[in-house]
């Protein structure tokens, strides 16, 4: 309890570990708490946009799984296309990673006090600093405190921060699916996905160095969405065995607007925030900036104006976002036609990805768009079934 931290860290997944990284980079004293022992598994695509990286003054080779430059898209298994995307900064788009190596491999390189196998169970601000409790009976005091502790957020719930109205709240599910070699080689470098089978959502297959991660995701999973049974027919459908399969289920915070994010002392990254994109559920890119924009709030002391930078950074885009998800999955057959496998909208996507654009852009450029529906889809010559 003696040591007088400048930020404590409460969460070591990939937004908290960016925050010990940009925190420590502005020369403060930092301490991250993570309530598994680490390297920890979390259930997550991994699909990362080349910007991801970019963010960070050190390479990622030894963490990347696969580059993917191409996509497959089908409609309830049907209608196949495939689209190679444009390349980033001349390399391949995406990169698949393991979110157990990604995280650890950032929170490494930031070089700070890390305690794992520690639950955070309360957080109280006292004068000039932050007092967290641990399960184990720990005390901990920081100046600043960063609540990086995903989508259910003791840091949240223990100070008040929390949104005026009801988030929307996805889950996704996923499995870590073996796969031999020939399989393997059909899924290198591509990246499938199959609309049209869960409510506000989707089922992919993303291919590791060696196996593949399949799972399913809903936006707004409400009522009446089966994942687990949607995952299985996902598996059936593509020529998997459905059977044994060890499923792993996490919450999706969808963007719901913009909605306090700090204290006086505190601010809530990642996951915590309710970042994730609520068109494709992507947040480790809302994780890394949002954790980039509170380390230099904490910097610079101006902690109320970190709602306001997140708003304008991550907040607006999610925002108009939200509009396309509400048109995209409230009509995902047309949708699929018009929209998946429009040839102009496909490039601007992976530049929205990779922080070239915003969803206002793309609403700025919906006209153009619609010429892209004229434009025939190029059509997969070969089902991807194993
Ligand atoms: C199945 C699935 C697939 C996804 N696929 C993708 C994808 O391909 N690409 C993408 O960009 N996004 C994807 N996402 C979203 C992405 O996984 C999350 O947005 C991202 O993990 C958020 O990172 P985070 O650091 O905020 O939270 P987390 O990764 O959840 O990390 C939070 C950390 O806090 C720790 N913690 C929690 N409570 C406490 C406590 N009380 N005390 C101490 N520590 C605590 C947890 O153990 C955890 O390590 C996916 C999500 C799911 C569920």
Same mark, same amino acid.
């Given at each position: ?14 937004? %908290? ?33 080349? &910007? ?117 709240? %996805? ?50 999973? %409400? ?99 939200? +509009?396309?998800? &509400? ?11 018009? %929209? ?24 700025? +450029? ?21």
């Amino acid at each position: 309890m003696n040591t007088l931290y400048d930020a404590i860290v409460v969460g070591a997944g990939i937004a %908290g570990a960016s925050a010990a990284f940009f925190l420590k980079r502005q020369g403060f004293r930092v301490l991250v708490l993570e309530r598994k022992e680490l390297p920890r598994y979390k259930a997550c695509g991994g699909a990362i946009p080349r &910007a991801v990286l970019r963010r960070f003054p050190f390479s990622f080779q030894d963490v990347i799984e696969q580059e993917i430059g191409e996509v497959v898209y089908h409609f309830r298994g049907r209608m196949p296309i495939r689209a190679s995307l444009p390349l980033e900064e001349g390399k391949k788009p995406f990169v698949m990673v393991m979110r157990d190596r990604l995280d650890t491999h950032v929170l490494r390189q930031a070089d700070v006090t890390v305690e794992a196998g520690t639950t955070v169970d309360h957080v109280e601000e006292a004068g000039d600093r932050v007092v967290v409790s641990t399960r184990d009976g720990g005390r901990y005091q920081g100046r600043y405190l960063v609540g990086s502790d995903g989508a259910t957020s003791v840091v949240a719930r223990s100070l008040g921060i929390l949104p005026s109205k009801k988030p929307d709240m %996805g889950v996704a599910l996923e499995a870590e699916v073996e796969a031999n070699a020939k399989v393997m080689k059909r899924y290198q470098g591509m990246a499938l996905f199959d609309f049209g089978t869960v409510q506000d959502g989707y089922f992919w297959i993303f291919p590791k160095a060696r196996h593949l991660s399949v799972g399913v995701g809903s936006l707004r999973a %409400g009522k009446g969405v089966a994942l687990s049974e949607a995952l299985r027919n996902g598996l059936e459908r593509f020529g998997f065995a459905a059977e044994p399969l060890q499923i792993h289920s996490h919450p999706l915070p969808s963007y719901s607007g913009p909605r306090a994010l700090h204290t006086s002392r505190a601010l809530l990254v990642g996951d915590a925030a309710g970042v994730v994109g609520p068109v494709l559920g992507e947040g480790i890119r809302y994780g890394v900036k949002t954790s980039e924009l509170a380390a230099e709030a904490i910097a610079v002391g101006d902690l109320a104006g970190y709602d306001r930078r997140v708003h304008e950074v991550v907040g607006r885009s999610l925002q108009e976002g939200r +509009r396309w998800a &509400a048109v995209f999955y409230r009509w995902p057959r047309l949708s699929y036609r018009l %929209g998946v496998r429009n040839q102009l909208l496909l490039p601007d996507m992976v530049r929205l990805l990779n922080d070239r654009m915003d969803y206002r852009d793309l609403s700025y +450029r919906a006209p153009k768009y619609a010429l892209g529906c004229l434009l025939p889809p190029r059509a997969v010559d070969r089902f991807p079934k194993v």
